[in-house]
């Protein structure tokens, strides 16, 4: 007989324990790319934040702590300059390529 697992009892996944060398981030930043969702952009920047330190990445950026925490959670809709700004104080970069090669 199978034992039934419930998700209840399942732990949290949390990403931030695999977003420790830039190689995962670019390859976490470029799937949620793909997906072509705002609010899904926003929250994987909030896990990256987080993983690299809040407040670090807060006074980097010149956003305050409570705010990046706000902008970056995920049913937020930041604005380009919040993205731009949290990217050059994680040091990535989006780049644009060509959809249909």
Do not use: W
Request: proline share 4%; aromatic share 4%.
């Amino acid at each position: 007989m199978t034992k039934k697992i419930r998700i209840s009892d399942l732990p949290d996944f949390d990403p931030t324990e695999y977003l420790k060398e830039e190689v995962d981030i670019a390859a976490y930043l470029t799937a949620v790319l793909e997906s072509n969702d705002s609010a899904l952009l926003a929250a994987a920047l909030g896990d990256i934040a987080r993983a690299r330190g809040m407040s670090d990445i807060a006074r980097a950026s010149g956003i305050t702590r409570e705010a990046l925490y706000k902008a970056l959670r995920p049913d937020a809709q930041p604005r380009f300059d919040t993205i731009s700004r949290v990217c050059t104080a994680l040091g990535v970069k989006l780049v644009a390529q060509a959809a249909h090669a």
